[in-house]
C-alpha cells in the first residue's frame, strides 16, 4: 500500500486539486484508491461527492475527523490530502502516514518564501532525514513567459529536493474538479495541453525516486 501525500502550509497552492487528479489518475489506471482528506476544508471529499458512478471508484475517508481508521485494507494507492498550517507536532504525526509527499507552490513571492522555511522544517524530521519518505516540488498554477514563473523556476532548481514537474494555470482544473473527474478524464481535445505537463510528475511517482528507502510498510 502506497501513501501519497500532497502537502504544503499555505493555503490556495493546490493540494486538493494535485491529490484529487492523482486519485483519479491511479483509479483510472485500475488501482484500488484512497482519497484521505486531513483538511477541515473537505474540498477533497467535496470532489468525491460529484464524482460520476460510472467512473473508477475511490474510497473517501475523513482523516480530518477520523484518521486513516476507515482505510479499506486492500487500498493499493492512498492519497491524502494534508491541511493547511501544519508545523511542528502535527508536521511530524502527519507525515508518519507519508512514503511520498508532492509539495506545490506557486508562482508568487510570499508562495516562494513561505516554502523554502518549510522544506527546512520538514527535512529536520526524523523520517526524512532517514530518507523513509521521499519529496518533491511541483509548480503550479503557471503562467508561462511571465517573469514571476522564470524567478519561480530559477527557485525550485536551486532547492534541496528535487522538482519534477511545472502545471498551467488552466480552467481544465476547475472544469475537472467541478464534475468530480480528474483531468485525465477529460476529453483529450480539451486537455491536451495539461495532460502533458503530468507525464514528468507521473514518471517520478512511477520511479524509484519517489520510493522510500526502508520502509515495507508503503
Ligand atoms: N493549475 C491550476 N489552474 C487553475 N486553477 C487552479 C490550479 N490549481 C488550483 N487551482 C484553483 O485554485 C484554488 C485553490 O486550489 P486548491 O487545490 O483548493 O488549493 P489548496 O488545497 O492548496 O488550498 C481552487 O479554486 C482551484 O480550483
Ligand atoms: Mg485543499
Known amino acids: 500500500m502506497r501513501h501519497i501525500m500532497v502537502m504544503n502550509p499555505k493555503g490556495g497552492c493546490g493540494k486538493s486539486t494535485i491529490a484529487t487528479n492523482i486519485a483519479a489518475y ?72 507519508a512514503g511520498t509527499i508532492i509539495v506545490p507552490v506557486m508562482p508568487s513571492p510570499i508562495d516562494m518564501q513561505a516554502v523554502t522555511k518549510f522544506v527546512d522544517e520538514i527535512k529536520q524530521v526524523g523520517k526524512v532525514e532517514r530518507h523513509q519518505v521521499r519529496i518533491a516540488l511541483v509548480a503550479n498554477r503557471v503562467k508561462e513567459n511571465t517573469m514571476i514563473f522564470e524567478e519561480l523556476d530559477e527557485f525550485l532548481e536551486e532547492q534541496k529536493v ?10 481544465n482544473y476547475i472544469r475537472a474538479y467541478t464534475r468530480g473527474l480528474g483531468i485525465f478524464e477529460l476529453p483529450e481535445y480539451l486537455a491536451w495541453p495539461d495532460l502533458e505537463t503530468w507525464d514528468p510528475l507521473i514518471e517520478w511517482l512511477k520511479s524509484r525516486r519517489s520510493r522510500p528507502r526502508n520502509t515495507d510498510f508503503y
Open 162 to 171: 528535487p522538482y519534477v514537474a511545472v502545471l498551467r494555470e488552466a480552467q
Open 26 to 97: 491511479y483509479a483510472d489506471a485500475g488501482k484500488r484508491v484512497s482519497l484521505a482528506d486531513y483538511d477541515p476544508q473537505g474540498s477533497s471529499l467535496a470532489w468525491l461527492e460529484r464524482r460520476p458512478g460510472d467512473r473508477p471508484h475511490i474510497a473517501g475517508l475523513d482523516a480530518f475527523n477520523e484518521g486513516l481508521r476507515h482505510l479499506p485494507r486492500n487500498s493499493d494507492i492512498v492519497v491524502l490530502d494534508a491541511p493547511a498550517r501544519s508545523h511542528g507536532k502535527e508536521l511530524t504525526n502527519l507525515i508518519r502516514h
